[in-house]
């Protein structure tokens, strides 16, 4: 998928900037014609535009999002304007950036602008809350909508939180061990060198390395951190292509003990997602488009394109759910019966529970599988550098006891 940055004029005349992401520029297009926007300029992002661009604003969360739709729940039901709504929860939230955003949705509903479209000129929603606010405004039941959609963004904040939960132990750990080898390498080893400097004590192959690692990080550690960098930067560079993005899925799906999270996550996203849309009245075939968009595997994504083209065709979704191999046979069965019995909405619901509860299992198992790797791993580096600074110390007591 590429990333395009576009210059267009809504209905109302107001000028838009934003980002768009599409599989190429005559797609972003269409995107972009299907929202009522009028093209002025379009391009594809530049390296440094997507990847190193700053923001020192507050991000808006998954969390604010499940918040902002429970508070303006209550207050449509309490009787409480839109307008009002939207001052009110501007005002009462604690993040500046998402204030402001609601702020200026406020002044466009203001001028006549409905909801959905004020929603969609501020290019930070997702698409999902842009469909869901406009089907829920036509319906006339917005406040159904946005409690269909405060359950949705619940249910992938916590989603997010356990596989953030999973991430963040060896991650700390691997910051712990790099810090001690740092350490070690700096100031222990070259301490330790210094007393067998004057003596005559035949080295071992392993100090000599570890000491020659020492040697050239005290030496040349700007090079290190230059490297450090550049492999940052190509990381981000190579993951924004589509080439890159391909390959990275694929090593996620892959991996032991985290591919299986992967496609677990992946089937409750989709099933999650795309039971919303439904509930809601969306069309199936825009339903799809949107659940993939949501999709942060690169193949899974394509799978549902692909389904969507299917299922434009008269073939039935799960089908090519099927047909894709990458679903567990479990979605393609609970698909086929919400087809069957004209209940999918109920079916994909089901689905996506039984497999949240399998994140939350796998993610528990994760941790349970890596929590003595990594120790056991950190154990071994530090065994090493530790033997090489005692090894020329136990040579040398030899040496005195063989006077």
């Keep these: 998928m590429a990333e395009y940055i576009y210059r267009a004029v809504s209905k109302s005349g107001k000028e838009i900037k934003g980002k768009i992401e599409a599989e190429s520029l005559e797609k972003a297009k269409a995107d972009l014609r299907n929202r009522d ?5 379009i391009s594809e992002a530049g390296l440094f535009q997507k990847d190193i661009q700053l923001d020192f604003g507050k991000k808006i969360t998954t969390r604010d999002l499940c918040l902002f739709c429970r508070q303006f729940v209550s207050l449509q039901r309490a009787g409480v304007t839109i307008i009002e709504t939207l001052k009110m929860l501007s005002e009462a939230t604690e993040n500046k950036t998402f204030s402001k ?15 959905a479209d004020s929603l969609d000129m501020e290019n930070v929603f997702p698409k999902i809350m842009i469909k869901m606010t406009a089907a829920g405004e ?17 249910r992938q904040a916590k989603l997010k939180g356990m596989i953030k939960k999973a991430s963040i132990y060896p991650i700390i750990v691997c910051v712990v061990a790099v810090a001690v080898i740092i ?17 005559d004590v035949e080295m071992p192959q392993i100090t000599l390395a570890v000491v020659a690692a020492s040697e050239f990080m005290q030496k040349y550690w700007y090079v290190l951190l230059a490297i450090l960098i550049l492999l940052i930067v190509f990381f981000k560079w190579f993951k924004s292509t589509s080439r890159g993005e391909g390959i990275l899925a694929k090593i996620a799906l892959k991996l032991p003990l985290f ?52 299922v434009i065709a008269g073939v039935p979704l799960s089908t090519p759910i ?15 019966i919400g087809e069957e019995s004209g209940n999918m909405e109920e079916m994909l619901d089901k689905l996506a529970d039984y497999y949240e509860e399998e994140v939350e299992i796998a993610t528990q198992s994760l941790m349970a599988a890596l929590e003595p790797l990594i120790i056991i791993v950190l154990a071994v580096i530090v065994m090493v550098i530790i ?17």
């Design 322 to 336: 099927k047909e894709c191999g990458l679903f567990p046979p479990m979605v393609h069965h609970m698909t086929k």
């Design 183 to 199: 350490v070690m390498l700096n100031v222990v080893v070259p301490s330790f060198m210094g007393m067998f400097e004057d003596m």
């Design 259 to 310: 591919g299986d999270m992967t496609i677990k996550s992946a089937s409750a996203n989709f099933a999650r997602t795309l039971s919303t849309m439904i509930a809601a009245g969306i069309p199936l075939v825009e339903a799809i488009d949107i659940t993939a968009g949501t999709m942060t595997n690169y193949y899974f994504k394509k799978a549902l394109l692909d389904a969507k083209e299917s």
């Design 37 to 41: 926007l009028y093209l002025t300029e």
């Design 101 to 115: 955003v609601l702020t200026n949705v406020c002044k466009n509903v203001e001028k006549g602008e409905s909801l």
């Design 387 to 403: 033997g090489a600074v005692l090894s020329p110390m136990m040579a040398m007591y030899e040496g005195l006891d063989n006077l």
């Design 138 to 154: 036509a319906s006339g039941s917005l406040d159904t909508a946005y409690e269909r959609l405060a359950v949705q963004f619940e």
